[in-house]
């Protein structure tokens, strides 16, 4: 079996061009998390939130591509409030017991001419269903982090989703506005 180094010696020699490879990027926790946002009764908003997230990223700024996929365990979920953070977790909302995650995935990025990412167009599974979700950027950039000494890319995305896609209805009769949450979405990796 060829190696990759002998791989792309012999492409090169035989004049093939070899597509470039996105880098892998590590999940920092620290500074990865998913916040949402709901109407309740017209008057205030709750809101919480799933931190301390772990995944991979995949990009290539020169090819213009990207990947992400991202779990976000329910045992993680915090809305500050313990009652309201298992009532979430209870079988009227994401069901934990049964769905004890929820997973966004995307390998579809949308760039601007000038190559910066806008958007990220994947699928998002809450309690057992997928639908597509698109997560627009207001962010993204990579640095060289001064404390590890490796590049990290990242950026902040925001998203409104209908919960009845999945089949989430507790209270919308009651509270039509609260079918619409607000996502938001920070994310660092660092390149490994």
């Known amino acids: 079996m060829m190696s990759r180094f002998t791989c792309i010696l012999m492409a090169t020699l035989l ?12 999940l920092d ?12 009764f017209a008057t205030s908003s709750n809101v919480g939130g799933f931190y ?22 329910l045992a993680k979920l915090d809305t500050g409030r313990s009652e309201f953070t298992q009532h979430l977790q209870s079988k009227a909302f994401f069901n934990a017991a049964q769905y004890p995650s929820l997973r966004f995935v995307s ?12 958007a990220l167009r994947g699928q998002l599974t809450m309690v057992g269903q997928t639908h597509p979700v698109v997560l627009r950027a207001t962010k993204f950039n990579c640095y060289k982090s001064p404390m590890t000494q490796s590049q990290v890319c ?14 989430i209805n507790e209270y919308v009769p009651v509270m039509p506005a609260s079918r619409y949450v607000k996502l938001n979405i920070q994310v660092e990796a660092a390149k490994q």
């Open 107 to 118: 390998q579809n990025w949308i760039f601007d001419k000038n190559g910066k990412v806008r």
């Open 52 to 73: 301390n997230l772990e995944g991979e990223l995949q990009y290539d700024a020169k090819a213009k591509t990207g990947a992400v996929d991202i779990t976000l365990p």
């Open 154 to 167: 990242g950026g902040d995305f925001e998203a409104v989703i209908d919960r009845t896609q999945w089949g």
């Open 29 to 40: 926790p620290l500074h990865t998390n998913a916040r949402f946002t709901l109407d309740h």
């Open 15 to 26: 004049g093939i061009s070899v597509p470039a490879m996105a880098a892998t990027y590590k």
